[in-house]
């Protein structure tokens, strides 16, 4: 897929199934691929698997949003700015209502929700002030 080609691609959970796939996929379509997930000896795995240099590879828990806008800066210092993020990272809770603890919410909720805005708030401004030149 040209359209892959040479861009900069950050997937986020990559040590998941379907961030490991995507990763797979993204990188074999010759992307300049960055990985992050929290099991780094997992995300060190999948990175050689897919033939990913090990310092595109950075270990991120995307609830602490100092640690993810750290990754962003490394990412950033290297490529400017992505073209593209998957965000695979996420939980879920599977359980009746009343066996649902409000801290199994919360942590839902820390992961799925927050976690994505705070890779948008450190990802997303580059790539919207690069698509303005
Ligand atoms: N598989 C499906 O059929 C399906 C269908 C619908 C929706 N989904 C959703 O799609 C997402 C990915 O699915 P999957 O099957 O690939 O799940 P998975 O194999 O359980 O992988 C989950 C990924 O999320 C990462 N993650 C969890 N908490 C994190 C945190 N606090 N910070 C950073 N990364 C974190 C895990 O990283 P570590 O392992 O390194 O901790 C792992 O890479 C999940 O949200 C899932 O609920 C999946």
Same mark, same amino acid.
Request: charged share 20%; with cysteine; hydrophobic share 45%.
């Given at each position: 897929?040209?359209?892959? /080609?040479? +861009?900069?691609?950050? !997937?986020?959970?990559?040590?998941?199934?379907?961030?490991? =796939?995507? %990763?797979?996929?993204? +990188?074999?379509?010759n992307a300049n691929v960055f990985l992050t997930?929290?099991?780094?000896? +997992?995300?060190? =795995? !999948?990175?050689?698997?897919?033939? &990913? %240099? #090990?310092? $595109?590879?950075? /270990?991120l828990d995307i609830t602490n949003p100092? %640690? !993810? =806008? $750290?990754? %962003?800066?490394?990412?950033?210092?290297?490529?400017?700015? #992505?073209? &593209?993020l998957v965000n695979a990272a996420g939980i879920g809770i599977i359980k009746?209502? =009343?066996d649902l603890s409000y801290e199994d919410f919360n942590q839902v909720i820390d !992961?799925?929700?927050k976690g994505t805005f705070h890779l948008l708030k450190s990802f997303l401004p580059p790539m919207k002030e690069a698509k303005k030149d």
């Open positions: 897929m040209e359209l892959l /080609q040479n +861009k900069n691609v950050l !997937v986020v959970g990559a040590t998941g199934g379907i961030g490991a =796939e995507t %990763a797979r996929l993204i +990188k074999n379509n997930g929290r099991d780094l000896s +997992k995300l060190q =795995e !999948v990175a050689t698997n897919c033939n &990913i %240099a #090990l310092d $595109q590879v950075f /270990q100092n %640690a !993810v =806008e $750290q990754v %962003a800066a490394k990412i950033h210092e290297k490529v400017g700015q #992505l073209d &593209i009746s209502l =009343e !992961v799925n929700l």
